[in-house]
Structure formats: structure tokens, C-alpha cells
């Protein structure tokens, strides 16, 4: 009897699984001419990193998105061709995977219809969301997958439908390769990066092949990893004049704290994975001195330039803590999909596409955005320096 | 020279912590025959304790320290009542897949009430670093190793010396006949789970205190390489646990300090594989024939 019941029910299960598939495939077809916007709301749907390895950064980015939305929203909403559309965001957790992103992807074009995609955090989930977004015209903007092939296809031509809001690797890692030449003066560099990412691996690559004096070592990292001392032991035995480490800051924060524990005292320089005011507050402020990064959104340029001091207040005001990098990142993207709907007078997908590839000097929170012809955000880049946890000064890079 | 010294300074913090670790695995399997693979978690919940305690209720670095061996143990207690208590007569697999269960609850459970960011762990006790001939130790460094081989001897201790370890080592041999002489199955079991996490409460505390950061998923990756330990040393074994934490933890640090850092899990882990193929009982481990 009971064999019986697990029997029927399993045929019934792949029934409705197939049932499923096959409805899949109907609504693909239909989207032909990508997602318009129907009602009265505009259809943002975010796919993001809320749990597993990148939550820490998915979540801030989500906080981000909201903040824009509720801003946007408040005053009336988005432009469509003269008519005030709401924001409806659409959030999805893609739990740090790249199956999960892909199906998320799917859903959120083909199920919700949706209008523009914001996501995803990490390079490796975002590339496996491309096939479904192309398929169905939907465009994906990344605030922070920063692989310089993450939008660009095998020809080299631009992903039709993939943007990012950040850098991409070799601007950034060149940037710190001649910032240590010519501002620190280093010659022996030792690369600590990190391996668990696209982002880490890409930035210690470039900086590698951009960096004129002697990379003396090369070693890499976990995410979630603790204990660094063996490694930094031994750059300090080959007495480097500095060290690269390209990272998030919850490991960077502990590489500086163990190398000052240690008793090395060299130039730490870091991507702007390590803007974030936990930085100093796990490497402890004191041991937080010489250390630099690269960084689009910094406090002392951001207090130039009133678009960003409007986003910080905003930010502290609602969540009581300093704007993250990722943050700011991702409300600039919220507000540039923004622009693209008003630019382009619709808010259908594939016109939101075409609007996105024209934006040129937005006023973002990071900086001057143009989207290039490989559908990369290019803006100004700037070495910000810490002295004993705090900002002491910022060098722009040209 | 002193590089070699300062790496194996470095190489016996860290094996001290998976040491603690690998004790709780150990003695778990020693009595239930079940890798409690949310063991790990229970570290990363001795570490949050030891978080909030300090931050608002201003406990000191000892007060935290013992009040998570508490917490933590009664954590172990009520995961074994919950968990797997129902299961003790069902097939092994069975409960090492809810012990799997477990672990992702307490993992995703905690993101979830406390956000997946990494915070900074209060620094209570100030560091300070002494320089002997070139080699520097600091304070901390220098508590976890005291801490960690106090309590392996009072651990120890009780296994050995006491009515209640006595009763361990029964059930372990053969709980039926444990039972048949009077031994109550059910309170040995939870007090090895008590036992076991507050181990682990233990090196959540220290591991905080040394590194500064505690994240959710933090005794995933120490959790699975204490289990490695534990395989190391003679699964079963309390001295063996020990050995094969400092082993571990000795590995890891000379894989790094040789320049191979991105391989230093796959070192961990291809121990693992030839110690199942040449010593399958571990080094301390006894071969013992199970009859069919």
C-alpha cells in the first residue's frame, strides 16, 4: 500500500515537473521582443548573493537598491514617456551559486517580466545568469563583477545584454601596479590574493603582468580563511618592499593585523574590496596605518561631490552605519537603469538596453559613469591612504 | 632559523584550536559511532556567545570563556536530545546526514538572525608581543596554547579518574552490557555531547580573542579539518585527537611557509586520504575486528 502511494506520488511529481518545463519553454517564446512594462510599476528584479560565501556583500548591495528605490519612489517614481511609474523591486536570493543564479535569472525574466535585472554580487554566478537573460532580452547590470571578460563575449564583441557598474580587473590592478612604482617607490612586491573569487585571481593576474619591479612571491588565500601568519612569515623572511593583496576586507583586515603583529610595518595595497569601515575595525585602528587602496568611492573624494555626501546621509540615517563600497555601487546601478528608462522614453527591456550603452558622465555616487563599447563602467580611480584607521588622504591616478 | 622557530610558534596556535575541535569529534564517535559534523557550528556558537557576552553584558575574557563551555555544552546536549536521540537505532548513514541537517540549520539559521557579515570580536585582553631571540610570541598566542593543554588534561582527567568517564569508556566498548551493569545510556551520551561542545564553546572564544573576526560559516572549513585531525590521530583516541590537531596544525603552516598556500587544504586533505589507506586506525587507534 504504502509502495503504491510513493509510486503515485512520484508520477505525479514528474508530471507536473515536465508540466513545468514545457511551460518554460512556451513563455521563452513569447518574449521575442523582451519585457514590457505593463501596469502601473516598473519591474526591477534583483538577483543577489543573500546567503552562502558572498552574503556579506549581497546584502549590503540589496540595502543599496532599496535605499535608490525608495528615494525614486517617493518622488513619484520613474519617467515613462511622461507618465510616473513606480519601482517594483523583484529580489531574488541566488544563494552564491551559479545554478541557482541561472534559474533565478529565468524566473525573473520569463516568470515576473521583469523590465532590467540588477545582479548579480560575484563574477562566476553573473556569467552563468547570461544565457538566460539573453534568451529572454532582458539587461543585467552587475554593481560589482568586475572579471574584464564577465561582459564580453568569446569574439571579444561586448554580452548584448551584460553591464557592469564597477571596474574591471586590469584598470584596477594596473592602477596599484604604477601607484607602488611610482608613489611607494616599492621594487619588491610580494601578491597576497585572494583565490576563492574571480576578483581576486584577475587583480593579482593584472597586477602581475602591469607591475615593472620584481614580484618576489606569489600566494593565495581562501575566502573565510584566519590564519595568515605562516604566509606573511615568510615574506617578511624575503624582505619585500610591500605587499599587494587584492581581497575582500574580511580577510585583508586580518592580513594587516597579523603582518603588524608580526612586527612588518611594510605598505599594504588592497582593490576596493577593502573599502569598508569593518576593514579597520577588524585589523584594529592602530595596526591599520600605510595601508592603501584603489577605489572608486572613497570618503574624501565622496565629500566633493554632492550626489555621494546626499547618498552617506541617507545611508547613516537608515542604517546607522557608514555606506559600504557595495552599497553605493549598487544604488548607482538602480539609478542608472533609471536613467536609461527616461533617456529612452520606455521602460521595454530591450530599449532599457540600448539606454544603458548610452550613458555618458551620470552623476553616480562612485564617480563620472560612461559605459563604454564593451559595456564597462569607466570612471575615475583614486588611491586612498590609511593612517591609524583613518582616511588621512587620496591620490588620484591618471 | 628563526623563521623556523617563529612558523612553528605559528604552526602550534593553530593547531591548538583545531586540537580542542577535534576532541569533540572524537569522543562522539568514540561512544555513538556518529560523525557530528555539527560540531563545527557549535564552535561558531561559542564564538557569538562570547561576542554578545562581552560586548553588552561586559563579561570579562575568563567569565566569557566559561560561560560559553556552559552554553555550548548545553547546546551540544539539546542537539543530541533533538537530533540524535530519535535516531540512535536507525542506521548510521541516517544520522550522519541529520548531523549534516544540523550543521546547515545552525549555520543558515544564524545568517539569518545575525546577518552572514564578519564582525570584529572584542579585543578584552590587550595583546602584547615578547621577543625571544628574534622570535616573537604574543600573549594571546601564548593563552590559547596554556588553554587549550589545560583543558585536553582535564579532559583527560575526567575520562580517566571519574565515575562519569568511567561510564563513557563502558558505553563505548559495548553500551548493551554498559546498560546490563546499571549504566544509565542515555545521561553518558549527552554528558559526552556536553563535554565535547564545551570544547569547542572553548576554541570559539580563543579563536575569536586571536583573530578578531567571527562570521556565521566560520567552523565550516575548521570543522571538517578537525575531523581530519581526529581521523589523524586514531578516531576514538583523546590523546590521538590532540596529536593530530597540533599535526594538522603544524601541516598547514609548512605547506604556507613553503610557498604552496593555495594548496594547504589539499595538503590537509591528501593526508587524510593516505593515512585511510596505509594506518586506517588513525595513530592511535586500535584495530579492532568488528564481529559480523
Redesign the interface.
Known sequence: MKKKMIKRITGIAAIAMSAAIFAGCSTAKTTSQGNDQTGSTVKIGVNMEL?G?A??YG?QMKQGIQMATKEINSKGGVNVNGKKKKIKLIIKDNKTSTSTSASVAAQLANNDKVNAIIGTATTNAGTAAIPNETKAKVPALSPSATDPNFTLQKNGKAQPYVFRACYQNNFQGGTAAKFMTNNLKAKRVAILGD?STDYGTGLAKSFKKQFTGKVV?T????A????F???L??F??KKVDAIYAPGY??EI??II?QAR???MNVPIVGSDGMADA?LV??A?AKNASNIYYTTPFSKTVAEKNPTAVKFMKAYKARYHADAPTFSALAYDSTYMIKQAIESQKSANSVKITKGLTQIKNFDGVTGKITIDSHHDASKPIAVEHLNNGKVVGSTQIK | MT?VF??LI??L??GSIYALLALGYTMVYGIIKLINFAHGDIYMLGAFWGYYTINFWHFNFIFALLSAMVVCAAAGVVIEYFAYRPLRHAPRITALITAIGVSYFLE?GM?YLY????R?FP?VIK?V?YDLWGV?V?NIQILILVTACLLMVLLQLIIKKTKMGRAMRAVSVDPDAAELVGININRTISFTFALGSSMAGAAGVL?GLY???I?P??G??PGIKAFVAAVVGGIGSVPGASLGGFLIGLL???V????F??YK?AAVYLVLIIILLVLPAGIFGKNVKEKV
Open positions: 546567503s560565501a552574503a556579506g546584502n583565490n612571491d600566494q593565495y588565500f581562501s573565510g580563511d584566519k590564519d601568519n605562516a604566509i612569515t615568510s617578511k623572511n576586507y574580511s583586515g586580518l593585523k603583529q608580526i612586527g569593518k575595525q577588524i584594529g | 623563521t617563529q612558523q605559528n604552526g596556535s593553530l543558515n545568517s546577518g552572514a557579515d564578519t570584529n579585543q595583546q608581543n616573537r604574543s579563536i583573530y578578531n573576526s562570521d560559516l566560520m565550516m572549513t598547514e603552516t609548512a604556507q611557509s613553503l610557498g598556500s593555495a587544504d
